[in-house]
């Protein structure tokens, strides 16, 4: 118990100067110990006694080697907090004003839960990246692959911890800066869950619009964020909502559909790569006696797509030999036709819904014809199985048999989260080289060609027998 109390150096008595170490009045004793409520009530009466433009009278430093530090004052009421001019911006949250009576040791705890954020991807499942071997059963990682003009799913996910800290926050906001490469482009929110709970479109604010490329380059984002949304009061948000249950964290889960564009790095081989990169960060309250923002580290995700090179040769893969004028058809491995459109290069991409511009044009038939150098490369492929069939055979060439085209990648985030490695197993085949051969071709074994030729040689041998037979019986009897 404190007696003869005096105003200290940081004292005011609500809006008046104090003088210090005159008298504190009765009053302001009473008052105080009469303050009650949430530490937010509790504090808003307390600070009509400190002078928050005042110089401190003490400070202290704490570090990961020296986390403590010891103080000796003088007996009486301090108010304790972090340093918030150096945490704004940071991942980091401040701690609440924190009231002691130092008539004995005490320990004043910062705070050392924060939020974070995790952005993820999703796959085909069958084609999903392996964590530790094990696919995660909806596809979802930090990197996949996808054909050009693919719709596809990207998850955005913050973790705030529910505690004695987050409740001394009157309003707690959430901004989430999503940062996409210009091989993106954005088509819709689809929806955005606090605990698995959907939210109204009312409820938060969203910069995005439909058919917005990310600002940065393809590697390195340059001018970000993309867009970003805004949850401008997570409690209010979450008291309006009574379907919203809290345990000791609060999940906050954005997802989002985007696609590869014809801007996009395409892959043709392994690599470790940091092209069609995508991130977020986070922006939390972390002050609960101001306005400040903390800011989390990005997180990344990683796109692929592939390009098949071919060149079609005449009789020998050989230089000079290659040739034009052959036309090519791409099936799925559901034996369905892949569409196509041409670019201006004169390469065939994997064909949306809506051309990307004007240098882009339909391919009649989506056969692909083969260039005066024999080339024809499809650009735009996802991870699967492909044949391709030769649908216009130039003249005096034999039609060439189905050719099965197999792209088959691991990819994964790289150590260290800077990069993400592809691997192309020795399946796959990015590279082909179709040779045409010339001239009459007698039917291949295993065929009802070979039956017929076998059936009709066994004729043969059985007349030229019997020719030899009544030859030889008409030179006896001449004899």
């Known amino acids: 118990m404190l007696t003869s109390v005096k105003w200290g150096t940081n004292a005011k008595n609500d809006t008046d100067a104090v003088r210090t170490g005159d008298p504190v009045p009765d009053a302001v004793l009473d008052a105080l110990k009469a303050v009650s409520g949430t530490n937010q009530e509790k504090l ?51 701690t609440l004003l924190i009231v002691k009576v130092l008539d004995k040791d005490i320990v004043a705890t910062a705070k050392s839960e924060k939020p974070s954020v995790d952005k993820q991807v999703q796959d085909e499942v069958g084609d999903a990246e392996k964590n530790g071997g094990e696919v995660n059963p909806e596809g979802w990682g930090e990197s996949a692959d996808h ?6 799913k990207f998850r955005l996910v913050a973790t705030i911890p529910v505690n004695a800290d987050y409740n001394d926050y009157p309003t707690y906001k959430l901004v989430f800066n999503d940062t996409m490469s210009k091989g993106i482009t954005f088509v819709q929110i689809d929806s955005v869950k606090v605990n698995g709970i959907a939210l109204k479109d009312t409820d938060y ?40 249950l809290v345990t000791d964290k609060i999940t906050v889960e954005v997802v989002y559909t985007a696609y590869l564009n014809e801007e996009a790095q395409v892959f043709n081989a392994s690599a470790n790569s940091t092209d069609n990169k995508n991130s977020v960060d986070l922006e939390y309250s972390n002050n609960p006696n101001a306005d400040g923002m903390g800011k989390t580290p990005e997180d990344h995700v990683w796109l692929f797509t592939y390009v098949v090179n071919n060149t079609k040769y005449a009789n020998t893969a050989e230089a000079g030999n290659e040739l034009p004028g052959a036309g090519f058809t791409l099936y799925d491995q559901n034996d369905r036709v892949v569409p196509l459109w041409k670019d201006a290069a004169g390469n065939y991409v994997v064909a949306g819904t809506t051309k990307p511009n004007d240098t882009y044009t339909d391919v009649a038939n989506n056969e692909m014809i083969t260039e005066t150098n024999g080339t024809f490369n499809i650009i735009g492929l996802d991870h699967g199985t492909y044949t391709l069939k030769e649908t216009t055979v130039p003249a005096t060439y034999n039609p060439l048999d189905p050719v099965t085209i197999t792209i088959s990648a691991d990819h994964k985030e790289a ?8 691997e192309l197993t020795a399946a796959s085949t990015m590279n082909n080289k179709l040779v045409n051969k010339s001239g009459a071709t007698l039917p291949e074994t295993g065929g009802i060609g070979t039956t017929i030729f076998y059936v009709l040689g066994g004729m043969m041998f059985v007349g030229a027998a019997l020719i030899l037979i009544v030859r030889r019986k008409a030179e006896a009897d001449e004899i």
Do not use: H
């Open 44 to 94: 808003a009466e307390i600070t009509k006694y400190w002078n928050a433009d005042s110089t401190p009278v003490d400070t202290f430093a704490s570090t990961k080697a020296a986390p403590g530090t010891s103080k000796k004052l003088t007996p009486g009421y301090y108010l304790v907090r972090d340093n918030q001019a150096k945490l704004e911006g940071k991942d980091g949250a401040a």
């Open 147 to 152: 054909a050009l003009f693919e719709n596809f």
């Open 205 to 244: 604010v969203c910069t995005a619009t439909a058919g917005q490329k990310g600002a940065g380059k393809v590697g390195e984002n340059q001018d970000k964020p993309s867009w970003t949304l805004t949850i401008e009061d997570l409690k209010k948000v979450m008291k309006e909502n009574t379907s919203i």
């Open 415 to 422: 150590a260290g989260g800077a990069s993400a490695a592809m």
